[in-house]
């Protein structure tokens, strides 16, 4: 791994060289349609834009502005390799039960193929799907023990 303070000089112009897990990007048809569903659904906003080669719509990045992470949504005419199903998927924590509720309700009421709400307890706790425009699977989640899970393994 190189070593952000050497000398790399992909990195000149750049503050902080970002490190870690930085983004997941998603093909989708329609990245404007798609950035109404994750700002409705999952609180995200858009960040950056710029021409697509392909599909309808821009490049895309989305952020909830909680950690430096991305969602790029990248248009392109055909949509192969969900992230789809139960196992596979986004998920996004939320404040409250009813919250998850809510927002399931919300997709259900738009047409939108829903799973749940599920109670599975710690360290999952109360969690429901959303498949998106293109059929990649959202996860709302309240109560799941991700921090303190970190936070444990840290000690």
């Known amino acids: 791994m190189p070593d952000p303070a050497g000398d790399d000089?992909?990195?000149d112009d750049v503050a902080v060289p970002d490190l870690g897990l930085t983004h997941v990007a998603l093909s989708v048809r329609d990245s404007d349609r798609s950035a109404d569903f994750y700002a409705r659904f999952a609180d995200m906003r858009v960040v950056h834009r710029r021409p697509a080669r392909h599909g309808q719509g821009d490049v895309v990045w989305l952020t909830d502005g909680t950690r430096p992470f991305v969602i790029v949504?990248?248009?392109?005419?055909q949509v192969q390799g969900k992230l789809g199903g139960q196992s596979t998927h986004l998920g996004v924590g939320v404040g409250s039960r009813d919250e998850v509720d809510?927002?399931?309700a919300r997709a259900s009421v738009e047409g939108l193929e829903t799973l749940g709400p599920i109670d599975s307890g710690p360290p999952v706790g109360y969690w429901g799907t959303i498949d998106d425009p293109d059929g990649h699977t959202l996860e709302l989640a309240y109560g799941q023990e991700?921090?303190?899970?970190?936070?444990?393994?840290?000690?």
């Not at 949504?73 to 005419?77: E, K, Y």
């Not at 991700?146 to 000690?155: H, N, P, Q």
């Open 9 to 11: 000089a992909s990195c």
């Open 73 to 77: 949504l990248v248009p392109q005419d």
């Open 102 to 104: 809510a927002r399931l």
């Open 146 to 155: 991700v921090g303190l899970t970190l936070a444990e393994e840290a000690r």
